[in-house]
């Protein structure tokens, strides 16, 4: 049996107030190494909220997120913010890069922040991440000289800095045209295919469909999950 | 460490007139901090320097602290007895002689032996109640400033003339008196001396300059009645900051009343403590203000900057690494705002320093006084540092806590 990435047990995550809400509703879910994974479902469906907790950004108020093997729900949130900083990397629907640095320097910025490296191993991992993503040419340009695509795309460079297991992309599309929105889907393809595990929320069944695997949430519940892709992945229900 | 030192480098240099102005803040803060404390201190230091100038440090006179008990009161202690009268006792310090070549012996300064009275001065109608002190000339100069204090005549003329007296200058022109005057001394006793004025001396305070005048101690003894008494010796000390500890050493080995200079002036330097307090106050008060614009500009940024802290702090940034770059932020602009603070107080101060104001006392016009101390400069940067990083702690914190999920959820 291959190796668990991310494994979701039982997760429930409710907004208190004086209407409570309950955003994810008992989710079980486990993701292999290696494996592409596509969330998709209605707008307020709890697909986004699943991913954060997913990828440690939030906590459940339930339930377990294992990233690993390692079990996260004890762990205090600077504990949190150590392994979102080197198992998990983030993309989002707008890019977050900091508008005073150059492209490069966003990348740094995750290993700069772990400091695990040397300044000149930094920039070399950085540059060649950029020139994999095509954006050897951007390297020294900030943001706002770069089109949507381009950025969006040194946002990934930035997620993949630290060599995280997952991958975590939240609508990493919705707000490209269609060439960007093609380049960074096959970029997402190719990441997985390299063995780190991706997992993708999206409202575009056509890009669902070239994922590994599609869990269709609805009302914080999965309700279907589709497995493509010649068995590469299997669906394997962990409840 | 670097990289945050890199993004709060970067959003500081990003804001060049945001960044100015809060710089300006804390410069003008710092500046006038320092002018405000150069000036206090100089104008204390230079009263004081007036006053222990002027008074001998330490005065030895023949009283005790307290009362003596009376024979009676010893004899018959349980018995309650009203109108004792006191046993006469020969005013004056016993062998003032060997008292102060003892003294002379260990005390860091001179000493020398005064008579003190008071008399009446009866000069065309006019009765003026006035302190005399007999002094020896020889051994004064070794105690008192009086020698430089003499604007006419010189302190040697006293033994030249009998029964010479110096007075001082403010009682002078009250009297109408030039040297070369004759007065006449009424004493406590009734006895009367006249007296030839043969010098007149300021010594820049106005109550000695009035009712302080100075003999041999001859005629002062005659004035008291008492022949060869010496009831009070003066001490001059290099260092008139002992002055308090030696009086109290003196006053333990020869049971005389010592009072330095500080005891004798004690209202004046609580009203110092009390000026102190206020212009403390103010002082701080400025350089909280001085802050003020620093947490604008870092209120100002942690807002703007709000999708950068999420996003900081979702790639596994720490929240206190986070709030730091803010802090690193303001502590950049109270830095340099403070060095040029430094420069803007200096100069201040070296401004100030080129007026000259009037001096009633000495009736001349006299810079004013600013004393320069680098203690100064170092405390108030260290308070103003401390303000601008209080300033930008509570922003900070404010901004960092944020749950990222808030602000991107927010965002998409």
Redesign the interface.
Known sequence: MTEIALQAVELVRRIEGTVSHTLVNGIDLAVKKGEFVAITGPSGSGK?SLL?LLGL??APNEGEVIICGQPTSTLS??DR??????K?G?V???H?L????TSL?NVL??M???GKMSEPEMRERGLALLESLGLAEHANKRPNQLSGGQRQRVAIA?ALSNRPEIIVA??PT?ALDTASTEQVFSILRDIADQGQTVVVVTHDPALAARADRRIHIVDGKIAEITAHGGGAAVCEAVS | M??IL??AW??VS?RVRQTLVGMAGVSMGVGFTIMMAGLMQGSQIDFLRQLVDTMPHITVEDERRSVPTQPAEQEYGAVQMSDIANVGRRPGIKYPESVMGSLRSWIPGDVAPSVKTTAIINHGGARIGITLTGIDPRREVQVSKLATQMQDGKLEDLSRASNGIIIGEALAEKLGLKTGNSVLLIGGQGVQLNSAVTGIFRSGMKRVDENQIYSLMGPAQVMMGQSGVVNQLRLRLTDPMLAQKVAAQVEAQTGYKSVSWQEANADLLSSFTVRDFIVLTVMGAMLLTSSFATYNIISTITHEKR??I??????????Y?VRRIFIIEAAIIGMVGILFGWLLGYLLCYGWSKITIFNPLTGTTVPLSIYYSATHYVVVGAISLLCCAGAAYFPARKATRV???EI??G??
């Open positions: 986004s954060y950004l939030d949130e600077s913010a150590d392994v979102r900083l080197t998990c983030f989002f629907q707008f977050f900091l508008p005073e640095f320097d910025l995750p700069r922040a772990a930035r939240d609508e919705g | 670097k990289l890199n993004i970067t959003h990003s999708a950068d999420a996003i900081m702090k979702s790639l596994g940034m720490r929240e690494a749950h990222p999920v991107i959820r965002a998409s």
